[in-house]
């Protein structure tokens, strides 16, 4: 005789590698003491219907037979879930990533354009800002960050410093080194050959330091977002492995 049950079975998910995670749920059957005589448990082939976006693999730690409490006959399955983040990589990740390289871009913008700037890297922010909204609105809401989070919100931050590092490099650009403000006036005043040579030489020690300023800019802010990049590159993929 063959019968059949339909049951329910609930998982705690533990979302913080999302969505490299790995979810290992297990089953439990027990065989009360009672009908030890009557029922007895055999492994057979394990078949589960096709779920989106996941792969699903069987595995059997325990032997049937074996004893589990007051000599109930006891099978244990569990079960591993393996995310597919083809999905997040193409509608996340992807369009991030290219808002990252269009903020950082404005680094090596003229400051003539500073309006332009100023324009593209706010507009960088509320675009990021939105994503990370659409993603967080489809997620669990949970009391600790998900390794998504993490990469939305440092999307959020790199237009935001790359904001302020223009700002900076633009007060910079319009002091002298005194601390003085360029002012048209400057140009008008009669000065002595000496003063006009002082005056020279300190411009070109400015302009000097300037440039030193905004080449530390452009090589510090693209190298630190490429080493988090590779960071989370290889740690999302030490997750997905399950090597942690």
């Known amino acids: 005789m063959t019968k059949y049950y339909d049951e329910q079975f609930f998982c705690n998910f533990q979302l913080q590698y999302f969505p490299f995670d790995i ?3 297990q089953i439990g059957l027990a065989v009360p003491h ?3 005589n009557k029922v007895k448990l055999l492994r057979g082939n394990l078949t589960i219907s096709p779920m989106k976006y996941i792969k699903t693999t069987w595995v059997i730690p325990t032997t049937n037979g074996s004893s589990y409490s007051q000599g109930e006959e006891y099978v244990a399955f569990e ?5 597919v983040f083809f999905f997040h990589l193409a509608t996340t990740y992807m369009p991030t990533t290219c808002l990252i390289i269009v903020s950082e871009l404005i680094l090596f ?13 706010l ?3 509320l675009v990021m800002y939105t994503l990370y909204q659409g993603v ?70 400015s302009k000097k330091r300037k440039q030193r300023c905004r080449t530390a800019v452009q090589i510090i802010i693209p190298g630190c977002t490429l080493a988090f990049i590779v960071i989370y590159a290889v740690l999302a993929l030490a997750f997905y492995n399950d090597i942690y």
């Open 23 to 25: 979810q290992k749920c």
């Open 123 to 125: 507009t960088t922010m």
């Open 79 to 83: 079960i591993t879930i393996r995310r």
């Open 34 to 36: 009672s009908l030890k």
């Open 109 to 121: 913008l003229d400051e003539d354009h500073f309006d332009t700037i100023v324009m593209i890297a």
């Open 136 to 205: 967080s609105a489809s997620l669990p809401q949970t009391t600790y960050m998900k390794y998504i989070d993490i990469w939305m919100v440092f999307g959020l931050m790199v237009p935001f410093v790359v904001f302020v590092a223009s700002v900076g490099l633009r007060l910079l650009n319009n002091h002298n080194d005194d601390g003085s403000r360029l002012c048209p006036e400057h140009r008008l005043t009669v000065k002595s050959l000496s003063q006009v040579k002082d005056d020279l030489e300190l411009e070109v020690r």
